[in-house]
T-cell receptor, first 113, second 118 residues
Framework: AQSVSQHNHHVILSEAASLELGCNYS??????LFWYVQYPGQHLQLLLK??????LVKGIKGFEAEFIKSKFSFNLRKPSVQWSDTAEYFC???????????FGQGTILTVHP | GAVVSQHPSRVICKSGTSVKIECRSL??????MFWYRQFPKQSLMLMAT?????????EQGVEKDKFLINHASLTLSTLTVTSAHPEDSSFYIC??????????????FGPGTRLTVL
């Protein structure tokens, strides 16, 4: 069975600090990887995705993630966070079949101005 | 971008009644939609996959007779919580997968429905 583990439940940073959120997955097969963000009071939005090709994926709002197959990881990074990045971030894994996703537990990011 | 709506956004009902939640893809067709449940401070748990024109596929441990899913058209899926009880209180979220091909395997999420059973 597939599973996703996010290392941190709550991360607190000051503006301009660098961010890295960990995500490890377990999946038996070709995998598609996603990071979603949920801003307070809003629905889930896609930040970035990896299907194949370059393992360094760039998403919206300056976020990027690196797929490291040997480590079963897909960590999310941003060089300099802003107060507006305060949100909950979910890593998700899906197969190449019909799109069923398994989500990690989520990481709450709080950025202080 | 692709938009998914849910109705209602909040519902309060008495124990024993049934509640229907609608999920609509507003500007794209979705053969496949998904229903999730999110508990407080926890992640999304996939309940079932809704397929237009065929029966839904339920995840292990999800009672199909309690959570009835109907995917009536390429833009509408409904989840009916039958004989609701307080333990069914939760945040229910749907997602829809764009059939166009450009967004293969990408799901677009609705805003969620907060169900409270008294």
């Amino acid at each position: 069975a597939q599973s996703v583990s996010q290392h941190n439940h709550h991360v607190i940073l000051s503006e301009a600090a660098s961010l890295e959120l960990g995500c490890n997955y377990s999946y038996g097969g070709t995998v598609n990887l996603f990071w979603y963000v949920q801003y307070p009071g809003q629905h889930l939005q896609l930040l970035l995705k990896y299907f194949s090709g370059d393992p360094l994926v760039k998403g919206i709002k300056g976020f990027e993630a690196e797929f490291i197959k040997s480590k079963f990881s897909f960590n999310l990074r941003k060089p300099s966070v802003q107060w507006s990045d305060t949100a909950e971030y979910f890593c998700a894994v899906g197969g190449t079949s019909y799109g069923k996703l398994t989500f990690g537990q989520g990481t709450i990011l709080t950025v202080h101005p | 971008g692709a938009v998914v709506s849910q109705h209602p956004s909040r519902v309060i009902c008495k124990s024993g009644t049934s509640v229907k939640i609608e999920c609509r893809s507003l500007d794209f067709q979705a053969t496949t939609m998904f229903w999730y449940r999110q508990f407080p401070k926890q992640s999304l748990m996939l309940m079932a996959t809704s397929n237009e024109g065929s029966k839904a596929t339920y995840e292990q441990g999800v009672e199909k007779d309690k959570f009835l899913i109907n995917h009536a058209s390429l833009t509408l899926s409904t989840l009916t919580v039958t004989s609701a009880h307080p333990e069914d209180s939760s945040f229910y979220i749907c997602s829809a997968r764009d059939d166009s091909g450009d967004s293969y395997n990408e799901q677009f999420f609705g805003p969620g429905t907060r169900l409270t059973v008294l």
